[in-house]
């Protein structure tokens, strides 16, 4: 049991519509990253926060954004959505230190149609 | 970028039987990490290797690293019918104190069968 949990776990929205994931990390975990797992792949790195501040940014748009609150709690927001935008989206969190692992939630499906 | 592979994609084995999953990743990597996920479920770490020769072991899975050669293996030993699920490697970058972002390959679809 990681402590990670995601809500909600299935969300289907239309084409355009804007959309809020969110994340409560495990207790004591300073930092949360977001991944977005397009069916058959590997996830892909969405954005990483470290103590409320962004930590570092992978390949999406600026319609991807992201808050972290100081209960560690975070979201995902998407504006404009795409069909492509269609996948599980998973948050990571994790205590910032050299050995330690990324915990992941269960995810959300997210469906664009 | 920093680019890894995973081969094979699809693995079908037969109970009892060995095999080893290979993952190449492109430029020198801080961390690398396995994780196995099953069907609509999340992201489980199975383990973080650090450093060059690091082997780790649990139950019927061993997972070496090999940071000259850019190359990890997961190695299954007899393998039994609950292994099957993807299995993913992955690897950070980061080279300061704060975890960085982890890229990873696109999964070996186990399936172990009587």
């Known amino acids: 049991e990681t402590g990670v949990t995601q809500s909600p776990t299935h969300l289907i929205k239309t084409r355009g519509q804007q959309v809020t994931l969110r994340c409560s990390s495990q207790s004591g975990h300073n930092t949360v990253s977001w991944y977005q797992q397009a069916l058959g792949q590997g996830p892909q790195f969405i954005f990483q926060?470290?103590?409320?501040?962004?930590?570092g940014r992978g390949n999406f748009p600026p319609r991807f954004s992201g808050l972290q609150f100081p209960n560690y709690s975070s979201e995902l927001n998407v504006n404009a959505l795409e069909l492509d935008d269609s996948a599980l989206y998973l948050c990571a969190s994790s205590w910032a230190g050299w050995t330690d692992t990324q915990y992941f939630g269960p995810g959300t499906r997210l469906t664009v149609l | 970028e920093l680019k890894v592979e995973q081969n094979p994609l699809f693995l079908s084995m037969q109970e009892g039987k060995n095999y080893t999953i290979y993952c190449n990743y492109s430029t020198t990597s801080d961390r690398l990490y396995w994780y196995r996920q099953d069907p609509g479920k999340s992201l489980e770490s199975l383990f973080v290797?650090?450093?060059?020769?690091a082997v780790k072991q649990e139950g019927r899975l061993m997972a070496s690293l090999d940071t000259k050669a850019r190359l990890s293996t997961l190695h299954i030993t007899a393998a039994v019918h609950d292994l099957s699920a993807t299995y993913f490697c992955?690897?950070?970058?980061?080279?300061?104190?704060?975890?960085?972002?982890?890229?990873f390959g696109r999964g070996t679809q186990l399936t172990v069968w009587p």
């Open positions: 290797l650090l450093s060059n020769g």
């Open positions: 992955a690897v950070d970058t980061n080279r300061g104190s704060t975890l960085g972002r982890l890229y």
């Open positions: 926060y470290y103590r409320e501040e962004e930590n």
